[in-house]
């Protein structure tokens, strides 16, 4: 079980009085980001609640994969604060996020061409998972994965390199899920099949942040929709009203 779980505020902490549910997972308030001397965020507000799937949708160049990459701790905020549960852990690394049970998917998926389906698996070890675990859950979610255990990833198909990752991921076992652009360069019925196993991860309890440019595949299961233009969420709230905000540009439909 990862630490990152809220714990109820102690009584010198103001916030104590509200109940830990309520305390979200993961946090962004007023983040600024760049590269070099280019600001491109301007002050993000986000949270993730526990349990619950965030989409953060929105155009090219938005900001949506620097935003992921500083909640998994790759990207270092230069004003704000990012929390884990409520505590402020500006600075934080990618290994001590990941400790904390923080788990991201980068966009483009982040598996090894050149190493098989089992390799990679292996690889994800690393934290502490055994090797026959991983396999079994990933054979079970994901049965074309377990055929192609010795195949090399880099000559799986889109989608079934996208279950890998899913499942080098899920063997951690995260208590935040970062997705970048799950759909990205699938058939619409693979994005489908993989948003049904995201949701199933859900209702399990894990949290989820998804950066999605194509709103429709995540719209329809997503708790709460953030919208991101130019460096900044400038709106969030339930999904149904978030669809209305976007323009017909924005929906990739
Ligand atoms: N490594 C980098 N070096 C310099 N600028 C970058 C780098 N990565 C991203 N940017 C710039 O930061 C801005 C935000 O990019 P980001 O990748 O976060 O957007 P995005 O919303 O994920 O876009 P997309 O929908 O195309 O994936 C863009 O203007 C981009 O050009
Ligand atoms: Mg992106």
Redesign the pocket.
């Known amino acids: 079980m990862s630490e990152l779980v809220p714990q109820p505020r102690t009584a010198d902490d103001p916030a104590g009085a509200a109940p830990a549910e309520t305390v979200p997972l993961l946090e962004l308030a007023g983040v600024r980001a760049g ?2 001397a ?1 600001e ?1 965020l301007h002050g993000v507000d986000l949270a993730l609640r526990p349990g619950s799937l965030l989409a953060l949708l ?10 992921m990459r500083v909640c998994a701790g790759l990207h270092p905020v230069s004003g704000g604060e990012l929390r884990f549960a409520g505590r402020k852990v500006n600075g934080i690394s990618a290994q001590d996020a990941a400790r904390l049970g923080v788990c991201s998917i980068p ?1 483009g998926r982040g598996i090894f061409p050149n190493l098989t389906v089992r390799e990679n698996l292996w690889a994800a070890t690393g934290t502490g998972a055994r090797l026959e675990d991983l396999e079994e859950k990933a054979y079970a979610r994901f049965p074309v994965l377990g055929e192609r255990r010795r195949q090399l990833a880099g000559s799986l198909s889109g989608g079934e390199q996208q279950m890998l990752a899913l499942s080098r991921a899920l063997g951690t076992d995260p208590a935040v899920l970062l997705l ?2 799950l759909s990205m360069g699938l058939a619409p019925m693979i994005v489908t099949r993989m948003y049904e196993t995201v949701t199933e991860l859900v209702a399990g309890g894990l949290s989820v942040l998804v ?1 999605e ?1 194509f709103a429709r595949a995540v719209l329809p299961i997503a708790d709460t929709a953030a919208l ?1 233009l130019h ?1 900044r969420v400038v709106a969030a709230g339930p999904p149904g009203e978030i669809e209305d905000r976007l323009s017909s540009d924005y929906l990739g439909g």
């Open positions: 590269y070099g280019i491109v929105g155009p090219n160049g938005g900001g949506k994969s620097t935003t966009e970048d652009e950066a440019q991101m460096g």
